[in-house]
């Protein structure tokens, strides 16, 4: 079975930071890899998807994303986070053969501050 | 239009009643599921189903019974309430596998608080 680990909790950040999320994924096959982002008191929203190809992949809100598959790591970044970037970020993994679910790390909540 | 809409939004009821969680989705997705979001923000997958047969059912309570009366719609009926159902529970569709221009879409969430 597939399983998700982001290893920061929580991230504060002064506007125009650079960001990085790190995830990382156990599963020895082929996966899709995804970000979620919540918005405080929204559903999940999808912000980027990887499935094959290019391992760097971009995103909306000028979000992007590296596969690295030596390291089962699938990291969103963005060069310069706004206030309204505050929100929970959501990795999730599922494999693409059969009717697998979608399963979730347990989230990394970003804070911007002025 | 709402992709995936559930109802209620909010929902606030006592200990040992039963209660119902309705979800609809307008995609054509032939596989829907239900998430629970506990309050530290976990995601975890209930139960999922595809055209109408369900195929995933995780280690949930028996209280916990969806219904898929046609492949557009996923309810959830909750028996007997405890203080620990308290969640936000997210319905979802897909179609079968994801794909990469449909992958999960999420509902908005039924905040379920039991007092």
């Known amino acids: 079975a597939q399983s998700v680990s982001q290893h920061n909790h929580h991230v504060i950040l002064s506007e125009a930071a650079s960001l990085e999320l790190g995830c990382n994924y156990s599963y020895g096959g082929t996966v899709n890899l995804f970000w979620y982002v919540q918005y405080p008191g929204q559903h999940l929203q999808l912000l980027l998807k990887y499935f094959s190809g290019d391992p760097l992949v971009k995103g909306i809100k000028g979000f992007e994303a590296e596969f690295i598959k030596s390291k089962f790591s699938f990291n969103l970044r963005k060069p310069s986070v706004q206030w309204s970037d505050t929100a929970e970020y959501f990795c999730?993994?599922?494999?693409?053969?059969?009717?697998?679910?979608?399963?979730f790390g347990k989230g990394t909540r970003l804070s911007v501050i002025a | 239009d709402t992709a995936v809409s559930q109802t209620p939004k909010y929902l606030v009821t006592q200990m040992g009643n039963d209660k119902s969680i309705k979800c609809e989705q307008n995609?054509?997705?032939?596989?829907m599921y239900w998430y629970k979001q506990d309050s530290k923000k976990f995601l975890k997958i209930m139960f999922s189903y595809n055209n109408k047969e369900l195929i995933i059912n995780e280690t949930v309570p028996n209280r916990f019974s969806p219904k898929s009366p046609d492949k557009a719609h996923l309810n959830l009926h909750i028996n007997s309430l405890e203080l620990g159902d308290s969640a936000v529970y997210f319905c979802?569709?897909?179609?079968?596998?994801?794909?990469?221009?449909?992958?999960?879409?999420f509902g908005n969430g039924t905040r379920l608080t039991v007092t």
């Open positions: 999730a993994v599922n494999a693409p053969l059969g009717n697998t679910p979608l399963v």
């Open positions: 995609l054509g997705h032939d596989t």
């Open positions: 979802a569709s897909s179609p079968p596998g994801f794909t990469q221009d449909s992958p999960l879409h």
